[in-house]
């Protein structure tokens, strides 16, 4: 489980890794919001459940990063871990747990507008590993 972060000429993104789909899909989200704050920072004092679905793997994981950009656009929240109750590839609930942003302790890295489907990639081998860029 990890992510690292990769530039794009004006974007950004993250390749994340997991044993599993969930996994990796785990790590995106926590690399997405490290990119937006420290989620080292982000208390667990609020949780939100996510139900989304698309026709492929690689459309889930721009819904389920979209839905996470969207609850911090829209209720400010910053999450740094996340759960999942059911997941399949095309398919997913999942419960993020973070808080409210604070710019006292959560100090805003960059704006990240959306996930993009632009050298999108959900690959397995030896585990999972996906790829995604932010417009910010």
Do not use: C
């Amino acid at each position: 489980m990890g992510f690292e972060v990769i530039e794009h000429t004006a974007d950004i993104g993250i390749v994340a890794h997991g044993k599993g789909l969930e996994e990796a899909f785990a790590s995106a989200a926590l690399g997405l919001f490290s990119l937006i704050t420290d989620p080292e920072t982000v208390k667990e004092i609020t949780s939100r459940e996510l139900v989304l679905q698309a026709e492929d793997p690689e459309g889930l994981l721009v819904e389920w990063l979209n839905g996470l950009i969207y609850l911090f656009d829209v209720e400010n929240l910053l999450f740094s871990r996340f759960e999942f109750q059911e997941f399949q590839p095309t398919r997913l609930v999942a419960r993020a747990y973070g808080e409210k942003a604070d710019l006292s302790r959560h100090p805003i890295k960059i704006g990240v507008k959306a996930a993009t489907h632009h050298m999108l990639k959900v690959e397995k081998g030896d585990g999972y590993r996906v790829q995604v860029l932010f417009d910010i």
